[in-house]
C-alpha cells in the first residue's frame, strides 16, 4: 500500500516532528569509560546512556572538573575531555548529564594518584600475565569464570599493596577476590572482603625477594560477567584501616593516628571549616591509598580514653558534658571502656556509636549507668545502615555524673578496634531534603531541570534539632534567568515545596548549587543545610553505598509541550470543610500524551489524593482539598508538577504558586442520632445545628453517604436555623441495614461563591426490613337463625402494634 502526501499534510508532518523533536526529555545515564583517572590530567572519556543525541554538558558535583570539549555526541553515547585538577580528592565523585532537554540520574567516577593501564587479554593464566608497573591503576573486566593476572616486579623489602574497586564502581554486586602471589604461586597475601569496603578488598605485603610477584583479580565465586568491571590500584602506597580518633572539631588541628593491620604512623591533620558528612581522611606525609578513611567531623569536642578504664571506677572523666565525642581503642579481646560524663535532668541524650561506618571490626555494645551502677538503657545493634554500630536515646532522670561503657559484642579486641560515640542533646541543627519519590530509587526527580518559561518543584522536608522560628530560603549562583520563588519554610510546618522559575529567555546552562535555610531572627546563627542522600550502590533492597550532597543540580531546559495552572478558588476552605482544586493545562499544537500531575505539598491539616492524571487530549484535572477540624485559618501556597512522556522520557513542568485560603467554619452539627426505619417507609433525620458566624442568605444542606436507591430531600437553612430535618423515602430497592459514617454537606454562601462544609460527621441511619403481620385469630362461628340466612364472618381488623411490639414479635418468632 502507497500513501501519497498532500503539499499541506507533508508540512504539517514536518511541523509535528521538528515539535517533537525540540520537547524536553529524561536522559538516561547507564556508565563511562574508563570509570575513572588520574587527577592533574585530561580524561578522554566516553559517557554511555539513552536520549543522548541532544548531549550538552557533564554536571559536576565537585570543584576541580572542566569539561574542555564534546568530541562526538551519539543517541547511546558521548566522547569529550576532560580536565581533573591536580588537588580533587581521590575517590568517588557524583556527575550527571545535561542535555538540551533535560537532567539525568546521577552517576559517579573515581578519580586516582596513578594512571590508567587498560587490561590486555589474554591474561587468564599465570604465565601469561600483563607486566604493569607500580603505582598503576588497572581498568578491567572480569568475565564469566575469569581470571586476570598481571605481573610487577619489585625489590626485596619493598612495599607491594594492591587495592580494587569493584562493587563501588555502581554496575552491579561484583564481589572481587584478589590476591598478591610469589614466583612460586604461592598467596603471600589475599582479600576479599573487609570492613571499611565491604565486597571490595585490599591488601599489602613486603617483597622477600629482588624478582616478580603476581597480583590476581577474580570474582570471589568464579562468576564474573560482562559488567563485573575493576579498577585495580598496584602501588608501595600505605593502606589504614582505620583513623583514631576518627573524628574531630571542624577548624581544628587533630593529631591522629593511621592503623594498619600490622602497624600505625601518626600526624597531624587541619580539619576543614564547614561540616561535611562524607569526608575522608588522607596522609599528608606517607604515600596515600587510592581511596581515604572516613572522618566524622563535627562542631563539638572529643574525649579520648586514657588507660586504665576498663571499670566504673577508674572511667576516664570528659572534660565537658553533651555534646561530646568519646573516642577509644577496644584494644585486647575482652577489654570494657568507661566514660564518666556529666548530664542534665530531663536531658533527651543520643548516643551514637560510629565504628563499622569509619572500618573498624568493632561490633559495639554500648550501656549506660548511673553512679550507683544502676542501667539507664543499653543497645547493641541498630545505629544505621551499618547496623551493627550502635545507637539509642536516653532520658537523664538528674542532674548528676553518668557512666557510658563500651565493649564488644564478641568480647573481641584489637589495635584496629577503633570507636566513637557521640552524644549530643541540645545541638542546635536544621537540615532538609527531598523524599524518595519512587520505591528503590533515590535519584528520580531529585534535580531541578527546569523549561524554558516554567517551573520545576521539589518537596523538601525539614528535619529540626533545638531550633525555631521561621527561616527563608536562600541560593547562590544559579543560572543565568533563573529565580527561587520560595521564600520562607515556616516554623510549623514540616516541609515545604522548593520551586525554581527560568525566564522564556533563559540561556539553556546549569550549576551546582549550594541552597540553605537561614533564619529570619538575627540572633539566631543556626544554618540549615542540604543533606541529599542518593543511594550510589544499590541491589533491590540492599543499599552498600550512599552519598550525601549539599548541592542541588539546577538546570535550564528547552520549553516544555505543556504548562500547567491551578485556578485560584474564590470560596474559602473551611475546618471541617472541602474545597476542589481545579489544575488546567496549555499543550501545544500536536502534544495530546496523558500528564501525570503530582500534588507537591499540603500544609498541615489539609489532606488530598497525591495525584491525578489529565487524561490524553484532555486539558483538566481537579484535587479534593478535606480540612480537618484543627486546621488553622491563613494564606497557603499551593502548586503541582506536571510529568508526561513526550516522545523521549519524562517532561517536568510546574504551575505558579496558587494562593489557597482557610478559615473558620460557619456552622457545625453534632452526629444525627441514630435514626431507625421500616423498609418502604418514610422517616425523619434531625440535625441540630450550631452557628460558628453569621452569614447571609440560605444555605443548602443535603446528607451525603448513602448511595442513590435510598433517596433524601435537601434542605435549607439560614443564620436562624436551629434545627434541620432531612425527609427520608425508601422502597423496596433501599438496602437493609446500617448507612454509617453519613455527613451534611451545607454549601454556605460566602463572597465570591459558596464554601462547603460537611457536619453531624458520624450520622448513622439504618433500614429495617418490613415486618411480617401476625397471624389472625380464629373467629368463633356465629350463632344463625333457625330461618334466617347464613351470612359471612368477617375477619377482626389487626391490632396495629407499636415499633417496640414489633421488635418483641419477631425476637419471639426468631427463637
Given at each position: 500500500?502507497?500513501?501519497?502526501?498532500?503539499?499541506?499534510?507533508?508540512?504539517s508532518?514536518?511541523?509535528?516532528?521538528?515539535?517533537?523533536?525540540?520537547?524536553?526529555a529524561?536522559p538516561?545515564?547507564?556508565?563511562?569509560?574508563p570509570?575513572g583517572?588520574?587527577?592533574?590530567?585530561?580524561?578522554?572519556?566516553?559517557?554511555?546512556g539513552?536520549?543522548?543525541?541532544?548531549?550538552?554538558?557533564?554536571?559536576?558535583?565537585?570543584?576541580g572538573?572542566?569539561?574542555?570539549s564534546?568530541?562526538?555526541?551519539e543517541?547511546?553515547?558521548?566522547?569529550v575531555t576532560?580536565?581533573?585538577?591536580?588537588?580533587v580528592?581521590?575517590g568517588n565523585?557524583?556527575?550527571?548529564?545535561?542535555?538540551?532537554?533535560g537532567?539525568?540520574?546521577?552517576?559517579?567516577?573515581?578519580?586516582?594518584?596513578?594512571?590508567?593501564v587498560?587490561?590486555?587479554?589474554p591474561?587468564?593464566e599465570?604465565?601469561?600475565?600483563?607486566?604493569?608497573?607500580?603505582?598503576?591503576?588497572?581498568?578491567?573486566?572480569?568475565?564469566?569464570?575469569?581470571?586476570?593476572?598481571?605481573?610487577?616486579?619489585?625489590?626485596?623489602g619493598?612495599?607491594?599493596?594492591?587495592?580494587?574497586?569493584?562493587?563501588?564502581?555502581?554496575?552491579?554486586?561484583?564481589?572481587?577476590?584478589?590476591?598478591?602471589?610469589?614466583?612460586?604461586?604461592?598467596?603471600?597475601?589475599f582479600?576479599?572482603?573487609t570492613?571499611?569496603h565491604?565486597?571490595?578488598?585490599?591488601?599489602?605485603?613486603?617483597?622477600?625477594?629482588?624478582?616478580?610477584?603476581?597480583?590476581?583479580?577474580?570474582?570471589?565465586?568464579?562468576?564474573?560477567?560482562?559488567?563485573?568491571?575493576y579498577?585495580l590500584?598496584?602501588?608501595?602506597?600505605?593502606?589504614?584501616?582505620?583513623?583514631?580518633p576518627?573524628g574531630g572539631?571542624?577548624?581544628?588541628?587533630?593529631?591522629?593516628?593511621?592503623?594498619?593491620?600490622?602497624?600505625?604512623?601518626?600526624?597531624?591533620?587541619?580539619?576543614?571549616?564547614?561540616?561535611?558528612?562524607?569526608f575522608?581522611l588522607?596522609?599528608?606525609?606517607?604515600?596515600?591509598?587510592?581511596?581515604?578513611?572516613?572522618?566524622?567531623?563535627v562542631?563539638?569536642?572529643?574525649?579520648?580514653?586514657?588507660?586504665?578504664?576498663?571499670e566504673q571506677?577508674?572511667?576516664?572523666?570528659t572534660?565537658?558534658?553533651?555534646?561530646?565525642?568519646?573516642?577509644?581503642?577496644?584494644?585486647?579481646?575482652?577489654?570494657?571502656?568507661?566514660?564518666?560524663?556529666?548530664?542534665?535532668?530531663?536531658q533527651?541524650?543520643?548516643?551514637?556509636a560510629f565504628?563499622?561506618?569509619?572500618?573498624?571490626?568493632?561490633?559495639?555494645?554500648?550501656n549506660v549507668?548511673?553512679?550507683?551502677?544502676?542501667?539507664?538503657?543499653?543497645?547493641?545493634?541498630?545505629?544505621?545502615?551499618?547496623?551493627l554500630?550502635?545507637?539509642q536515646?536516653?532520658?537523664?532522670?538528674?542532674?548528676?555524673?553518668?557512666y557510658?561503657?563500651?565493649t564488644?559484642?564478641?568480647?573481641?579486641?584489637g589495635p584496629n578496634?577503633?570507636?566513637?560515640?557521640e552524644?549530643i542533646?541540645?545541638?542546635?541543627?536544621?537540615?532538609?531534603?527531598?523524599?524518595h519519590?519512587?520505591?528503590?530509587d533515590?535519584?528520580?526527580?531529585?534535580?531541578?531541570?527546569?523549561?524554558r518559561?516554567?517551573r520545576?518543584a521539589?518537596?523538601?522536608?525539614?528535619?529540626?534539632?533545638n531550633?525555631g522560628?521561621?527561616?527563608?530560603?536562600e541560593a547562590?549562583?544559579?543560572?543565568?534567568g533563573?529565580?527561587?520563588l520560595?521564600?520562607?519554610?515556616?516554623?510549623?510546618?514540616?516541609?515545604?515545596?522548593?520551586?525554581?522559575?527560568?525566564?522564556?529567555?533563559a540561556p539553556?546552562?546549569?550549576?551546582?548549587?549550594?541552597?540553605?535555610?537561614?533564619s529570619?531572627?538575627?540572633?539566631?546563627?543556626?544554618?540549615?543545610?542540604?543533606?541529599?542522600?542518593?543511594?550510589i550502590?544499590?541491589?533491590?533492597?540492599?543499599v552498600?553505598?550512599?552519598?550525601?550532597?549539599?548541592?542541588?543540580p539546577?538546570?535550564v531546559?528547552?520549553?516544555?509541550?505543556y504548562?500547567?495552572?491551578?485556578v485560584?478558588?474564590?470560596?474559602?476552605?473551611?475546618n471541617?470543610g472541602?474545597l476542589?482544586?481545579?489544575?488546567?493545562?496549555?499543550?501545544?499544537?500536536?502534544?495530546?500524551?496523558?500528564?501525570?500531575v503530582?500534588?507537591?505539598?499540603?500544609?498541615?491539616?489539609?489532606?488530598?489524593?497525591?495525584?491525578?492524571?489529565?487524561?490524553?487530549?484532555?486539558?483538566e484535572?481537579?484535587?479534593q482539598?478535606?480540612?480537618?477540624?484543627?486546621?488553622?485559618?491563613?494564606t497557603?501556597?499551593?502548586?503541582?508538577?506536571?510529568?508526561?512522556?513526550?516522545?523521549?522520557?519524562?517532561?517536568?513542568?510546574?504551575?505558579?504558586f496558587?494562593?489557597?485560603?482557610?478559615?473558620?467554619?460557619?456552622?457545625?452539627?453534632?452526629?444525627?442520632?441514630?435514626?431507625?426505619?421500616?423498609?418502604?417507609?418514610?422517616?425523619?433525620?434531625?440535625?441540630?445545628i450550631?452557628?460558628?458566624?453569621?452569614?447571609?442568605?440560605?444555605?443548602?444542606?443535603?446528607v451525603?453517604?448513602?448511595?442513590?436507591?435510598?433517596?433524601?430531600?435537601?434542605?435549607?437553612?439560614?443564620?436562624?436555623?436551629?434545627?434541620?430535618?432531612?425527609?427520608?423515602?425508601t422502597?423496596?430497592?433501599?438496602?437493609?441495614?446500617?448507612?454509617?459514617?453519613?455527613?451534611?454537606?451545607?454549601?454556605?454562601p460566602?463572597?465570591?461563591?459558596?464554601?462547603?462544609?460537611r457536619i453531624?460527621?458520624g450520622?448513622?441511619?439504618?433500614?429495617?426490613?418490613?415486618?411480617?403481620?401476625?397471624?389472625?385469630?380464629?373467629?368463633?362461628?356465629?350463632v344463625?337463625?333457625?330461618n334466617?340466612?347464613?351470612e359471612e364472618?368477617?375477619?377482626?381488623?389487626?391490632?396495629?402494634?407499636?415499633?417496640?411490639?414489633?421488635?418483641?414479635l419477631e425476637?419471639?418468632?426468631?427463637?
Amino acid at each position: 500500500m502507497h500513501c501519497i502526501m498532500t503539499p499541506k499534510v507533508f508540512i504539517s508532518a514536518l511541523l509535528l516532528a521538528a515539535a517533537s523533536l525540540a520537547q524536553a526529555a529524561y536522559p538516561e545515564f547507564t556508565g563511562t569509560k574508563p570509570n575513572g583517572g588520574q587527577r592533574g590530567t585530561d580524561w578522554k572519556l566516553t559517557v554511555t546512556g539513552n536520549r543522548l543525541q541532544d548531549f550538552e554538558s557533564l554536571i559536576f558535583f565537585s570543584p576541580g572538573f572542566t569539561q574542555k570539549s564534546v568530541d562526538k555526541v551519539e543517541n547511546n553515547k558521548v566522547e569529550v575531555t576532560v580536565a581533573v585538577a591536580a588537588d580533587v580528592v581521590p575517590g568517588n565523585h557524583l556527575l550527571r548529564i545535561r542535555t538540551k532537554s533535560g537532567v539525568s540520574h546521577a552517576r559517579q567516577v573515581f578519580v586516582g594518584p596513578f594512571p590508567n593501564v587498560d587490561e590486555k587479554e589474554p591474561n587468564t593464566e599465570f604465565e601469561a600475565a600483563q607486566v604493569v608497573g607500580f603505582n598503576q591503576t588497572v581498568e578491567g573486566v572480569v568475565t564469566t569464570e575469569d581470571v586476570d593476572y598481571y605481573k610487577i616486579t619489585a625489590k626485596k623489602g619493598q612495599r607491594i599493596s594492591v587495592e580494587v574497586d569493584g562493587l563501588r564502581l555502581g554496575y552491579v554486586t561484583f564481589d572481587p577476590y584478589i590476591a598478591i602471589i610469589d614466583k612460586d604461586r604461592f598467596e603471600k597475601a589475599f582479600s576479599d572482603d573487609t570492613i571499611l569496603h565491604r565486597q571490595d578488598g585490599y591488601c599489602s605485603f613486603v617483597a622477600e625477594y629482588d624478582g616478580d610477584y603476581f597480583v590476581m583479580v577474580r570474582e570471589s565465586s568464579y562468576r564474573g560477567g560482562g559488567n563485573n568491571f575493576y579498577r585495580l590500584h598496584i602501588g608501595g602506597f600505605r593502606r589504614p584501616d582505620v583513623v583514631y580518633p576518627a573524628g574531630g572539631k571542624i577548624g581544628s588541628k587533630t593529631p591522629v593516628r593511621f592503623i594498619e593491620k600490622d602497624s600505625s604512623f601518626e600526624e597531624e591533620v587541619q580539619l576543614p571549616a564547614d561540616v561535611d558528612p562524607g569526608f575522608m581522611l588522607y596522609s599528608k606525609t606517607q604515600e596515600a591509598a587510592p581511596s581515604g578513611n572516613p572522618f566524622r567531623l563535627v562542631p563539638f569536642d572529643n574525649a579520648l580514653e586514657a588507660e586504665p578504664n576498663n571499670e566504673q571506677a577508674k572511667a576516664t572523666v570528659t572534660p565537658t558534658g553533651e555534646p561530646i565525642a568519646l573516642n577509644g581503642v577496644i584494644e585486647t579481646p575482652g577489654d570494657i571502656d568507661f566514660f564518666k560524663v556529666p548530664l542534665k535532668k530531663d536531658q533527651q541524650v543520643v548516643l551514637q556509636a560510629f565504628a563499622q561506618s569509619l572500618g573498624s571490626p568493632l561490633d559495639s555494645v554500648v550501656n549506660v549507668y548511673n553512679e550507683k551502677g544502676a542501667s539507664l538503657g543499653g543497645n547493641d545493634d541498630g545505629g544505621g545502615r551499618r547496623r551493627l554500630d550502635s545507637k539509642q536515646t536516653v532520658k537523664i532522670p538528674a542532674d548528676g555524673n553518668y557512666y557510658v561503657r563500651v565493649t564488644d559484642h564478641l568480647e573481641r579486641g584489637g589495635p584496629n578496634y577503633v570507636y566513637r560515640i557521640e552524644l549530643i542533646a541540645s545541638q542546635p541543627e536544621l537540615t532538609f531534603a527531598s523524599p524518595h519519590y519512587s520505591v528503590n530509587d533515590s535519584h528520580y526527580r531529585q534535580f531541578m531541570a527546569i523549561p524554558r518559561g516554567g517551573r520545576m518543584a521539589l518537596l523538601e522536608n525539614f528535619t529540626r534539632s533545638n531550633v525555631g522560628g521561621d527561616f527563608k530560603f536562600e541560593a547562590s549562583g544559579l543560572p543565568a534567568g533563573v529565580k527561587l520563588l520560595t521564600e520562607i519554610a515556616p516554623k510549623d510546618q514540616p516541609g515545604m515545596p522548593l520551586v525554581f522559575e527560568a525566564a522564556p529567555d533563559a540561556p539553556l546552562g546549569h550549576a551546582t548549587v549550594p541552597v540553605t535555610l537561614t533564619s529570619v531572627d538575627p540572633n539566631v546563627k543556626v544554618v540549615g543545610r542540604m543533606r541529599q542522600e542518593f543511594d550510589i550502590v544499590r541491589a533491590g533492597n540492599v543499599v552498600y553505598y550512599t552519598e550525601i550532597e549539599d548541592k542541588l543540580p539546577v538546570a535550564v531546559v528547552e520549553e516544555a509541550p505543556y504548562s500547567l495552572e491551578i485556578v485560584k478558588p474564590t470560596a474559602p476552605l473551611v475546618n471541617n470543610g472541602i474545597l476542589n482544586l481545579k489544575v488546567v493545562a496549555k499543550r501545544q499544537e500536536g502534544f495530546k500524551a496523558p500528564i501525570r500531575v503530582l500534588m507537591v505539598w499540603k500544609p498541615n491539616g489539609i489532606s488530598t489524593l497525591g495525584e491525578q492524571t489529565i487524561p490524553e487530549g484532555q486539558n483538566e484535572c481537579s484535587f479534593q482539598l478535606d480540612a480537618n477540624a484543627n486546621t488553622p485559618a491563613g494564606t497557603w501556597k499551593f502548586v503541582v508538577m506536571g510529568e508526561a512522556d513526550a516522545g523521549k522520557g519524562r517532561v517536568y513542568n510546574a504551575s505558579p504558586f496558587c494562593e489557597v485560603f482557610t478559615a473558620p467554619a460557619f456552622v457545625s452539627a453534632p452526629a444525627i442520632p441514630l435514626t431507625a426505619v421500616e423498609q418502604g417507609k418514610e422517616t425523619i433525620m434531625l440535625a441540630k445545628i450550631e452557628h460558628l458566624l453569621p452569614f447571609e442568605g440560605e444555605a443548602k444542606a443535603q446528607v451525603v453517604g448513602v448511595p442513590e436507591t435510598i433517596p433524601i430531600e435537601g434542605a435549607t437553612i439560614n443564620k436562624e436555623t436551629k434545627e434541620v430535618s432531612f425527609k427520608v423515602k425508601t422502597h423496596d430497592k433501599s438496602p437493609v441495614g446500617k448507612q454509617a459514617n453519613l455527613f451534611v454537606s451545607v454549601e454556605v454562601p460566602v463572597p465570591g461563591g459558596t464554601s462547603t462544609h460537611r457536619i453531624a460527621l458520624g450520622s448513622i441511619l439504618r433500614i429495617d426490613a418490613p415486618r411480617k403481620a401476625p397471624a389472625a385469630p380464629a373467629a368463633a362461628a356465629p350463632v344463625v337463625a333457625a330461618n334466617k340466612p347464613k351470612e359471612e364472618a368477617k375477619p377482626a381488623a389487626p391490632k396495629v402494634l407499636s415499633r417496640l411490639e414489633q421488635l418483641r414479635l419477631e425476637a419471639a418468632g426468631a427463637k
